[in-house]
């Protein structure tokens, strides 16, 4: 059940330009990868969706890139401040697969480290826009490396259960390609349980509220 909690940060690290957010894990279950918590943005008015990254039996770990008021506000926390954060939220990825292969692009790579603990360390494909932020998968085991103009597409074909998470335009690339995948997909979110429809998106020609009915989609019903 998700709960909230103002959790202690116990580390900021720096991971090319992207920030890891280390927090005391308090009483908060870490859920299933691919679910999302709420987090509360120092001095701004509405909480920031970030899935979970890392989860240890004291820690949990958030992975975000500065981008606007709200993230640049979480990417400035320091050792010793706290943050409210309530989760775990939406639905995540399911686990049961054969041949699972990790896709993922830029900040998109968020929920693979733990993703990848729970599965045993499967492949994964990651790409970035430049070197700098290709330092950020050194977070993810046994990822093979592109750099744009390279796409993760070129690398991927329709024989592995893919997990795909990263920009709207990858996505629909990648169910293109392997039609079963479960694709994690992204929308501004306000309240993170339904009731703002702040994160309604048309997907198939049907409005989705990402935090209910995902942010997990299969790409094929």
């Known amino acids: 059940m998700p709960r909230r909690e103002a959790l202690k940060v116990v580390a900021n690290v720096a ?3 992207y920030s890891l957010i280390r927090v005391e894990r308090g009483g ?3 859920g299933v990868p691919g679910q999302f918590f709420m987090l509360e943005a120092p001095g701004r008015p509405l909480p920031r969706p970030m899935s979970l990254c890392q989860a240890s039996s004291g820690e949990l770990s958030f992975l975000l890139e500065a981008v606007g008021p709200g993230t640049r506000a979480l990417a400035a ?3 010793g ?3 409210n954060i ?3 939220l939406g639905n995540g990825y399911r686990l049961d697969v054969e041949q699972p292969l990790l896709v993922g692009g830029g900040v998109g790579l968020a929920p693979f480290p733990y993703l990848s ?3 045993g360390g499967p492949p994964a494909i990651l790409g970035f826009r430049s070197e700098w932020h290709a330092e950020a998968a050194a977070l993810v085991p046994n990822a093979e490396v592109v750099v744009e103009p390279t796409l993760v597409t070129e690398l991927l074909t329709d024989t592995h259960d893919v997990f795909a998470c990263g920009p709207e335009p990858m996505l629909e690339a990648v169910r293109e390609l392997a ?3 479960q694709l994690a997909w992204e929308a501004p979110m306000a309240c993170g349980y339904g009731a703002c429809y702040g994160c309604s998106v048309k997907i ?4 989705q509220r990402l935090c209910v009915a995902g942010p997990v989609l299969e790409a094929v019903a």
């Open 15 to 17: 991971v090319g330009p």
């Open 28 to 30: 908060l279950d870490p």
């Open 77 to 79: 926390v320091q050792p």
């Open 81 to 83: 401040q706290e943050i």
């Open 86 to 88: 309530f989760g775990p």
């Open 117 to 119: 603990e729970q599965l």
């Open 179 to 181: 039609p079963r995948a």
């Open 204 to 207: 198939d020609g049907v409005l």
